[in-house]
């Protein structure tokens, strides 16, 4: 069983770039997150879904985007990388919404240079 | 707007020790209080959660305390170990919030020493 799978791992970016940040889960799981984590700031949500074709904005949702068009898909698009979106970002899973325990994937270290 | 406060930011605990973590949240509608764990280069990982109709849960050598009236909840390591070192971060949430998502705090990292 993967549990949540993140791809890619690693990447670098040119400012003004884009690229989409890959999550796929097989736990059937309807919550979806996404999170970025920087030194001492925990964890903040972009974006999540509480099901295929119904997302909606975390706290810090500016300058990504996604789409839910099927239960198991759940990417992030950064249009313009910016500087600032230098993160580790990490996707997670919930069966039962934020109640219940949150699987999270290994992660993606994002550099825009 | 950070709902939920954790302290401290870092910890050094010598082997054996007990090492406390503290969170505090301002929003009174959570009812729903994770830790999670994460070791450097993977994801977090669901370590222990308490609802607030205890006071108390223990697993293994991990407690959770919760005081209602004060909006604190702690994690307690008994015995701790080198390889609780870790990054710690309590989050908190609304079971019958519909899609509230989780709230988590700065994170603790733990340091076990030898």
């Known amino acids: 069983n993967a549990g949540v799978t993140q791809t890619p791992k690693f990447r670098i970016l040119k400012i003004g770039q884009s690229m989409t940040l890959q999550c796929t889960q097989d736990?059937?799981?309807?919550?979806m997150y996404w999170y970025r984590q920087d030194p001492g700031m925990g964890l903040k949500l972009i974006y999540y879904s509480v099901g295929a074709g119904i997302t909606d904005k975390g706290e810090v949702p500016n300058g990504y985007n996604v789409s839910r068009s099927t239960t198991e898909d759940f990417p992030l698009r950064l249009e313009l990388a910016a500087p600032s979106q230098t993160s580790v970002y990490f996707c997670a899973s919930s069966g039962q919404g934020a109640a219940t325990e949150a699987f999270f994937g290994q992660g993606t270290r994002l550099t825009v240079v | 707007q950070q709902q939920v406060k954790q302290s401290p930011q870092s910890l050094i605990v010598q082997k054996g020790g007990i090492s406390i973590i503290n969170c505090a949240y301002e929003n009174t509608a959570f009812d729903y209080f994770p830790w999670y764990q994460q070791f450097p280069g993977k994801g977090p990982a669901l370590l222990i959660a308490i609802r607030p109709d205890v006071s108390e849960k223990k697993e293994g050598r991990f407690t959770i305390s919760f005081n209602k009236s004060a909006k604190q909840f702690s994690l307690h390591i008994m015995d701790s170990q080198p390889g609780d070192s870790a990054t710690y971060f309590c989050?908190?949430?609304?079971?019958?919030?519909?899609?509230?998502?989780?709230?988590f705090g700065k994170g603790t990292r733990l340091s076990v020493i030898a």
């Open positions: 736990m059937n799981h309807n919550y």
């Open positions: 989050a908190a949430s609304m079971r019958n919030s519909g899609n509230t998502p989780l709230v």
